[in-house]
């Protein structure tokens, strides 16, 4: 059908043109804001490929990803005039074209020798329709045996009027991911459950005890003998013993005209 | 994704006997797609159109129900100028808005300052496409000319989740592109309040999931009719779902984004005309998304409460909850005084993620021993 063929291109240009902009926009916010449409872009190829849940999660963890990286963007950069071409690092400007070419030359043999893409590697041939695409991805993706248990499990066929057409792609990737691949997806959650630990020592508040050491009760409202400084409890005490230091001094000062 | 009139349904399916692509070729010519694929879009398009329509008013009107709302908790009568009882104020107040200048700021980033509004409108508004107003597997209005929602996704929640988590790009990069320190330091915590509550947002809805056993929204609806309004045995993933909501949504008390006290509006003080229209209508669409999916995934959505009331038609009864989760936001508004930003996350990180924790796993445990046991239906 043209009219898939028509969506698959406005799709794959679109992500082409909004990668190239991330490569070559010098503001680093608009190279992020070009990241988020590419991505956006490639969960568009995703739901014709017929893969919808990874289309979604496509959006939904990485455009947070990015929005955190748009915040790392603004606080750390400077945030207006980014770094133009002629004044990167060699290590960028030499090495970067490199490895880019490099890359692209190894997806595209990857694309041309192997029977990895469905369908034949055409993904806009005409004759890839839902329908073949759908055989294509139970061949090539998930045994049929999943999808045939995994029916039941979204059906539920108990309510009435529940029609068979919600057996997704989901409940069967979520079947394979949680017996067949079970190993690795522990493995890749412990290393994301370490990434967060270190996340978390590194940028937690040093204890209490490490900065009763040198600074007792730097925090907040303090009720200790020595206000935090700069609060306004400092400048009360300071206030007072400047006071009575004066009083002090004018006592002095009385005794010694007395005398 | 589209018309089944494209398929090759002859194929014989990788199964051999009623395979998969069997069954759903009979259901999609029964119900979803007619043989036609300009027809189907014809009906689409028919639909985008009353859909867009109604969301939109819906909104205009809202702005004045919840003036009247707030004017009876202040003891105040709110609109009644323009037109009777103050009818009139939302077209007024449109109308001053498509009237208004649009200025850009000298120090703005022209082009993102041009497409932030409509960064947040577009996908405040997409999260309408999977609401269903009336049973998805039959047919709609007017021999099926309005279907009875735009797509009926298999993946809706997660639909659902995407959108509102692309939808803080509009904030940010309004507050970013301004050039106003006020503006970007509303952007800044508007990032963190939604980063932090869109965990929250998503894992109240997590038990729903469980017990429904899908992601389909109308499948949800119809598990509801058959069983019981998830309300009930998820009422704490409710609480949590609609606290986040609020908080998604940048509304009091968590409107510490565009707190008007502190930074005189935040992410769209630079903005002005329709464009500061556009955000306008982004946030009360947004709350009425997160208003519609509650009454769909908590209480039944189209679904009547109980089987003799059957003869009032499903959208009124959607259209009735949705009226009560927008009140219970105006009510919310007009009582609580607005948080300090170190108790709006602590609430997120200390409170609320754990206790949704919990409620995941308590589901859990619950369906898979129901179902060793025989109890779940």
Known sequence: MALEQLVFLVFALLAIVTSLGLVIFKDPVHCALSLVFAFANIAGVYILLGAEFIAAIQVLVYSGAILVLFLFVMMLLQVRPGPSLN???????????????????????????????L????????????????????????????????????????????????????????????????FPFEVASIILLIAAIGAIVIARRSLVSDEEEDHPKRRGISLGSVPAQGSLQAFEVERQTSQSQRRKEAKKRTVILKK | ??????????????????????????????????????????????????????????MAYQTWAERKVIAFCQLRYGPKRTGPSGLLQPIADAVKMLTKEFIVPQEADRFVFFIAPLLGFVPAVAAFAIVPWGDANTEGLFGDWIRPVVAN???????????????????VMAGYSSGNKYSMLGSLRSSAQVVSYELTLGLSLM???????????????????ATIWYFIPQFVGFVCYFVSGIAETNRNPFDLPEAESELVAGFHLEYSGMSFGLFYLAEYINM??????????????????????EFIPGPLWLFAKFAFFLFLYYWIRSTLPRFRYDQLMGLVWKVIFPIVLANLVITAVVKIVGIQLGWWA
């Open chain 1, 87 to 117: 004044r990167l690092r060699f290590f960028q400007s030499g090495f970067g074209p490199v490895l880019g070419v490099a890359f692209l030359v190894e997806v595209v043999l990857v694309v041309l020798t192997s029977g990895f893409v």
């Open chain 1, 119 to 182: 369908n034949g590697g055409n993904i806009t041939k005409p004759n890839n329709t839902q329908a073949a695409k759908m055989q294509a991805g139970v061949e090539y993706s998930v045994s049929v045996n999943v999808i045939q248990a995994a029916g039941p499990l979204t059906i539920q066929g108990k309510a009435d009027g529940i029609q068979p057409n919600t057996v997704g792609h989901t409940a069967a990737l979520g079947k394979e991911l949680y017996s067949t691949y079970l």
């Open chain 2, 1 to 58: 994704m589209f018309s089944s009139a494209q398929f090759d349904w002859s194929l014989g399916g990788p199964l051999g006997g009623p395979s998969l692509l069997e069954t759903a070729a009979a259901v999609n010519a029964k119900v979803n797609a007619p043989n036609e694929p300009f027809i189907w879009f014809l009906q689409t398009f028919i639909t985008l159109f009353v859909i867009m329509n109604v969301v939109l008013l819906t």
């Open chain 2, 153 to 171: 996704l298999n993946i809706g929640i997660l639909y659902m989740l995407a959108l509102s988590s692309v939808g803080v790009y509009g904030i």
């Open chain 2, 207 to 225: 038990g729903v999931l469980i017990q429904a056993g899908s992601l389909n929204l109308n499948d949800i609806v119809l598990q509801q009719k």
């Open chain 2, 288 to 309: 009425n998304a997160i208003a519609v999916v509650a009454a769909t995934l908590f209480f039944g959505g189209w679904a009547a409460p109980a089987s003799f009331l």
